[in-house]
């Protein structure tokens, strides 16, 4: 989804990112806020990976975002926060940030 190392290698979700900031450049009469938030599912657990918080903590102490659905049956994400990325470099960061931020773990294959 990230792609490899160099930019030919990039994978969908910058190239998705860049398609965005493309498309609020050719619009210059309108303004734009993007937001991003980065979550990661882990033993049914949910984890918001641009948590500064949580950095050199075991996953055990991490703030799990809970889902909670509202009286219209609206669902929200309670503790996932939103970051402002006002370029593509700034939203690119965060993925990168949340990226490295992710549990990986070994597999018996």
């Known amino acids: ?7 030919q290698e ?4 910058p190239r998705a990112i ?3 900031y493309e498309s609020i450049g050719g619009t210059p009469d309108r303004k734009f806020k993007v937001l991003i938030s980065y979550m990661e599912i882990y033993k049914e657990s949910v984890y918001d990976l641009l948590d500064v918080g949580t950095r050199n903590k075991p996953l055990e102490d991490w703030t799990k975002v809970l889902m909670m659905d509202d009286e219209d049956g609206e669902m ?3 503790h996932l926060k939103l970051y402002e990325a006002a370029s593509e470099e700034d939203a690119l960061n965060l993925l990168f940030m949340g990226n490295w931020n992710r549990i990986t773990s070994e597999t018996p294959m």
């Not at 990039?10 to 979700?13: F, V």
């Open 1 to 7: 989804m990230t792609g490899g190392d160099s930019f």
């Open 10 to 13: 990039r994978g969908l979700i």
């Open 18 to 20: 860049s398609d965005v």
């Open 76 to 78: 929200h994400l309670r």
